[in-house]
Every structure is written in structure tokens, then in C-alpha cells.
């Protein structure tokens, strides 16, 4: 096969995945907190917050990186009866679905539920505002073992109940590893991705998935050759490496006013991911990388792209290079992860 419809199939490849969403639907009674768990799983607060009536008269779409969350409107109301809800949000398009509540179970969501379960469909019931469970004369353990058999029994079904508190910041790394368990791999990897990292396994989990996309980058990169690199008789396309740059930090949840808000003792780490976030960065990093040509070494373990791409000295510039700057932003989202987690832990005990 020819160098050419190797690139020819990596940029359909490419293209077809940047259209290819993983889509999360959320349901649940007004008041359960839907908004903030959005905002919690993507790391960003895209969804509005703190509404003292339910206000989700239409499926709001919070789109971040590769993931889609939908706040979906309640089901079998005046305004949505059942069979209307079905045909107008159609939910043989969502990946998962995640059933969210903070009070009493209600028999809408459970309604709700065996529908989705007759369809084959998978549901996670998330019990929100964690922090709010308390009766007086009882443990915390015995309340959640209540409201567990209260689910189990309106469901008909042994299901696990996820409790999280967003005000605090607990449980959503549980919840966040069962949702990747849920998904099928193809649709697990884009999650892990887009999703905000509670655990240092999560973020070893994105460096692992990263890797596989600087391959297929790297690859129509060193093939186009639009730009040569300085001092070096080797071209490369700048814009496709700087979307490939911007898609690593991206995936941390590293933009430019977190890093610019860092404290003082990671901000360097932070300008430097910055800086060669840039055509120029890239291309010091690329001349860096330039003596360092092992393609023949290499081009039989990359499994993502073509031999005949593989084996140029282009692909092995580039793929390292993407490797340096996924580096880069692995380290400095770790430092900030290991912060967050020893604050939470001082909060919490």
C-alpha cells in the first residue's frame, strides 16, 4: 500500500472520530442537582447552576472534547407524556444514561428505567448531594442501605447506586470509573479522554489513550510536509501538529486561564506547556528531535499507521515530539490532581 492511501485513510479515520461523539444523557426530578454533576464529570462549569425550579423544558447539550452530556426533560409530564418523550428525544442515540436524584426515588424514573432496560439500553442511578443525608438516630450507612433497597425495589433489579457530593468532591471517582466500565472500548477511550481525571489511575488511563492518537496525528503531520523545519531536510504540517497539542492539553483540562491561575511553584511547568503549545514551540521541539531518527527501529510497532509512514523519518520526528509535549502536560496535570486530592483529604477528615 502506498504512502498516499495511508494519509488518505488516516484523515478519514480522523475525521470520521472527531464527528463520533460519546453521548451521556442525564435524567431526573428538578432540584437533583443534574447541572452540577455535569459540570463536575466535565471538569468545567458549562452548565447553569443553583435553579430553584426545573427549568429543562428541551434536551440542553453540553458538548466538551469527544463527550456529550444532555440534560434531558422529565418523563411523562404534561408538556412530555411518555410516548411523546420517546419519539422527540429518541434514546436509542445515547451511549448511557444516568438516572439522578437526591431526595425520593420517584416513579417516573423508574418508569423511565425499565423502559431504557427493555431497549437494552445500560442506566447508572447516581443518589446526588451526599452530603445531605441525615436523620436523626441513624448511621450514614444504615440511611444509604435504605435508600439502596428503595431504588432495588422500585427498579425490580439489583442496582448499584453511585452516591456523590459536588459540593465536596466525593464519589465522583467511583462514578467516573464505573461510567468507563459501562462504555463499550471504542467509546471508553473517548470518555477517558474528555472526561476530568479524579484519580491518578484516570490520568494514566488518558496517557495511554493520548499515545495512540499522536500516532495517527504524527502520521498525516509528517506525510502533508507543508512546513519545513529549520536546519533539518524534513517538512512537516504545523497545523496538524498544533491541533494534535491542543487536543493533549485539551484532554488534561489545561487551558490557558488554569494554567495562568497556578500557583506560583507549578506555573513554570504551566507557561512552558503553554509555549510549545505554539507553531514556534513545535518547531524547536521538532529540531530538537531531529538527531534522534530511529525510524526503522520503530516503524514495525506502530500498529495505528501505515508501514510505508511509519518507516519515514518525518513520523519519528513528529511522534516524538508529540510524546515530549504529552509529557509535559501529564506531569503538570498530576502535580495539580495530587494537590486537589490532598485539599479534599483535608476537608473531608
Known amino acids: 500500500m502506498s504512502i498516499y492511501k495511508d494519509v488518505e485513510n488516516l484523515r478519514e479515520e480522523l475525521e470520521k472520530d472527531q464527528k463520533d461523539k460519546v453521548k451521556v444523557a442525564?435524567?431526573?426530578?428538578?432540584?437533583?442537582?443534574?447541572?452540577?454533576?455535569?459540570?463536575?464529570?466535565?471538569?468545567?462549569?458549562?452548565?447553569?447552576?443553583?435553579?430553584?425550579?426545573?427549568?429543562?423544558?428541551?434536551?440542553?447539550?453540553?458538548?466538551?472534547?469527544?463527550?456529550?452530556?444532555?440534560?434531558?426533560?422529565?418523563?411523562?409530564?404534561?408538556?412530555?407524556?411518555?410516548?411523546?418523550?420517546?419519539?422527540?428525544?429518541?434514546?436509542?442515540?445515547?451511549?448511557?444514561?444516568?438516572?439522578?436524584?437526591?431526595?425520593?426515588?420517584?416513579?417516573?424514573?423508574?418508569?423511565?428505567?425499565?423502559?431504557?432496560?427493555?431497549?437494552?439500553?445500560?442506566?447508572?442511578?447516581?443518589?446526588?448531594?451526599?452530603?445531605d443525608i441525615w436523620e436523626d438516630g441513624k448511621t450514614l450507612e444504615q440511611l444509604e442501605a435504605e435508600i439502596v433497597a428503595d431504588v432495588q425495589k422500585q427498579v425490580g433489579s439489583r442496582e448499584v447506586v453511585h452516591f456523590v457530593s459536588c459540593r465536596r468532591g466525593t464519589g465522583l471517582d467511583h462514578l467516573s470509573e464505573s461510567i468507563q466500565?459501562?462504555?463499550?472500548?471504542?467509546?471508553?477511550?473517548?470518555?477517558?479522554?474528555?472526561?476530568?481525571?479524579?484519580?491518578?489511575?484516570?490520568?494514566?488511563?488518558?496517557?495511554?489513550?493520548?499515545?495512540?492518537l499522536i500516532y495517527k496525528y504524527a502520521g498525516v503531520a509528517a506525510a502533508n510536509g507543508l512546513n519545513p523545519v529549520p536546519g533539518v531536510d524534513i517538512s512537516v504540517d504545523l497545523g496538524v501538529m498544533l491541533v494534535l497539542f491542543n487536543k493533549l492539553r485539551d484532554s488534561y483540562g489545561l487551558s490557558e486561564n488554569k494554567i495562568n491561575n497556578l500557583a506560583p511553584t507549578l506555573f513554570p511547568i504551566g507557561k512552558k506547556v503553554l509555549d510549545i503549545a505554539t507553531k514556534e514551540g513545535i518547531l524547536l521541539l521538532l529540531k530538537r528531535f531531529a538527531g534522534q531518527q530511529a525510524s526503522k527501529q520503530i516503524s514495525k510497532y506502530i500498529p495505528f499507521v501505515g508501514q510505508a509512514i511509519a518507516a519515514t523519518i518525518g513520523f519519528t520526528m513528529t511522534k516524538y515530539a508529540g510524546e515530549s509535549y504529552l509529557n509535559d502536560c501529564h506531569e503538570l496535570a498530576m502535580k495539580i490532581l495530587e494537590e486537589e486530592l490532598a485539599l479534599k483529604g483535608a476537608t473531608v477528615n
Open 26 to 131: 442525564l435524567f431526573g426530578q428538578p432540584g437533583a442537582g443534574k447541572s452540577s454533576l455535569i459540570n463536575k464529570i466535565i471538569g468545567e462549569n458549562k452548565a447553569q447552576t443553583g435553579q430553584s425550579t426545573d427549568v429543562t423544558v428541551e434536551a440542553l447539550e453540553y458538548e466538551h472534547e469527544d463527550l456529550v452530556l444532555v440534560d434531558l426533560p422529565g418523563y411523562g409530564t404534561s408538556k412530555f407524556p411518555k410516548d411523546r418523550w420517546e419519539q422527540e428525544f429518541q434514546p436509542e442515540q445515547y451511549d448511557l444514561f444516568l438516572c439522578v436524584f437526591s431526595g425520593k426515588f420517584h416513579s417516573a424514573d423508574t418508569e423511565l428505567f425499565k423502559q431504557l432496560r427493555d431497549r437494552g439500553k445500560v442506566c447508572l442511578f447516581v443518589r446526588n448531594k451526599h452530603d
Open 181 to 212: 466500565h459501562a462504555l463499550e472500548p471504542s467509546r471508553r477511550e473517548k470518555y477517558i479522554r474528555s472526561a476530568k481525571a479524579y484519580t491518578l489511575k484516570h490520568l494514566d488511563a488518558k496517557k495511554e489513550s493520548a499515545k495512540r
